[in-house]
């Protein structure tokens, strides 16, 4: 498609609960240990949710922080989408819920469910609306509460997972300014719907005292079959966008890849031939918060100063679906 208008990343926003489960707490709950988190994962602790926050209370404070530095007002945005897999409710969406706090109407709100790639997701929708010149501001959130649907009997899930929200302004741009959405990449392959998955809850198997007992509403995941799939699918992501831009790794300022596993994050950036520098990695601090990887580390990446403005980022995640993607900006 022939872009009519040019979008940018206009500000960027997060928010983390302030409550901290760290691996000595898990230590406690589930046989596991320190060390094997650390050493599996790079995990060191999480943010969790307190019982009367929902998915869109996070957002809510990230989308606050991400129009502030934006220099918008709720008023000047022309669409919410928001990525979660943990939305408040199955439906109403949360976009709704949070257009709602952020007290405008008027303006479509909705969510888009794609896993962890869910901001990359509603990142890539943004741009189009942008560039085809429907609308001027839109705020894109990833958001979630995996707290609540985390079983914290299975030590194969339970020390992974952590809540937050990480929000950005996409706003349409001048052909002079220096900021831009240079390009983005999705793609899903349901085949491997299975091995990532709540399994109840929906009209599959809708809520029963039997799923309640079976833990059938929580995080399902066959973690060494996804690991292998995510390094392959994110370098996919990420060959595709820089072949077709005509770029190489080399012109590459940084990398943001989701973060799940610290393992994963190398071995990609191995088969990526990128230098390690380069890679940001936030995953110590905050554990996997799905669709909410990318934009929190986007948004500490530049708050910190160390993201700044020309600076080309290449983003790629990959999640339940099976879903993968990529973003590519210049800051
Ligand atoms: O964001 C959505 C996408 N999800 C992911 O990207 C997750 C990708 N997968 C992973 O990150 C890794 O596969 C895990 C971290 C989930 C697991 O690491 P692994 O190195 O693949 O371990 P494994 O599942 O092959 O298990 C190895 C051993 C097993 O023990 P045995 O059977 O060898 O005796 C597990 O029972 O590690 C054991 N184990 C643990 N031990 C201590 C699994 N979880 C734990 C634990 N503490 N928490």
């Not at 979660?84 to 199955?90: A, G, L, V």
């Amino acid at each position: 498609m022939l872009a009519k208008y040019n979008a940018k990343i206009a500000g960027t926003g997060m928010y983390v609960p302030d409550k901290i489960l760290n691996n000595f707490d898990l230590e406690k709950i589930v046989e596991t240990s320190d060390e094997w988190i650390r050493t599996r994962t790079g995990m060191i602790e999480r943010r969790v949710a307190s019982t009367e926050q929902a998915s869109s209370d996070l957002a809510y404070e990230a989308s606050l922080n991400a129009l502030k530095s934006a220099h918008l007002r709720a008023k000047d945005i022309d669409l919410i989408i928001v990525g979660t897999i943990s939305p408040d409710h199955p439906f109403p969406s949360t976009a709704c819920v949070l257009q709602h706090k952020l007290g405008v109407k008027h303006i479509p709100a909705f969510d888009v469910s794609a896993g962890c790639p869910g901001w990359i997701f509603a990142s890539s929708i943004a741009k189009q609306f942008i560039e085809n010149g429907t609308y001027n501001n839109i705020l894109v959130v990833g958001v979630e509460i995996l707290t609540k649907i985390t079983n914290y009997s299975d030590r194969n899930t339970c020390v992974l997972f952590g809540d937050g929200s990480g929000a950005a302004v996409f706003s349409r741009t001048e052909s002079t300014d220096i900021a831009l959405i240079i390009d983005s990449e999705i793609a899903a392959d349901g085949s491997y719907g299975d091995i990532l998955i709540q399994k109840a809850g929906g009209s599959r198997n809708p809520a029963t005292e039997e799923t309640v007992r079976e833990n059938l509403h929580t995080v399902y995941m066959e973690g060494n079959k996804i690991f292998k799939l995510a390094v392959r699918s994110m370098y996919h992501a990420c060959d595709i966008v820089l072949k077709r831009n005509h770029l190489d790794v080399k012109s590459i300022d940084w990398l943001i890849t989701h973060q799940a596993n610290m393992r994963i994050i190398e071995a990609l950036g191995r088969k990526m031939k990128i230098d390690k520098k380069k890679v940001i990695v936030n995953i110590e601090k905050y554990g996997n918060t799905s669709s909410a990887t990318i934009p929190m580390a986007l948004d500490e990446s530049i708050k910190s100063g160390k993201i700044r403005s020309g600076d080309i980022v290449l983003m790629a995640s990959f999640g339940a679906g099976l879903t993968s993607g990529s973003l590519l900006v210049r800051i």
